[in-house]
């Protein structure tokens, strides 16, 4: 069974930039939503007792249950989501995420123009994703419950773009949206641990496999 975690701050936290009516909508029921939905397409099978990444990855390659991976894949999504912003958040990063920006975009600048042209560019409900690919990072975009975590790159950090996300707060604004998300919100603290768990975990892979050609 999925459980709803609670949102990492109160529901107030993210004021003036994104109201408590929101957060209490996009959390308490549509989040909740995906995981009641997930679990009564769980109940009674083998996967019923796996973790959610396991649920994403098994539905993702059963092409007769697209309903149990948008609902797995949003609980997945949504609850990194949540962390991907904090109270207070938003500017340029420091630390390890902002070194291999400045490597892998060639300055913060182009990389902001680039979540923001991916966030407000995608066609309909989906993602803009933060992500290391390959030891890259990358912007790139998913449409509706698509997620990386089915493929090869890492999530860094997400913007959710269904208009749920902003509507109540910015209408039809969505450019505005994502220009807030990025100056007031986005959680690098989030990004800076989940990039240095990346990087050590293909640090890891590569002496495995030093290892073994050397043995
Ligand atoms: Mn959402």
Known sequence: MLTLPDLPYKYSALLPYISEDTLRLHHDKHHRAYVNAANTLLRGTALQARTLEDIVAAASRDTKNRALFNNAAQAWNHTFYWSSMRPEGG????????????VDFGSYDVFHRELAAAATGQFGSGWAWLVLDQGVLKVTQTAN??????????????????EHAYYVDYRNRRPDYVATFLSRLVNWDFANRNLERALQTSRDGEQSRAARVSA
């Open 91 to 102: 500017g340029e990063p420091t630390g390890t995420i902002a070194e291999h920006i400045a």
């Open 145 to 162: 419950a698509e997620t990386p975590i089915t493929g090869q790159q890492i999530p860094i950090l997400t913007i959710d773009v269904w």
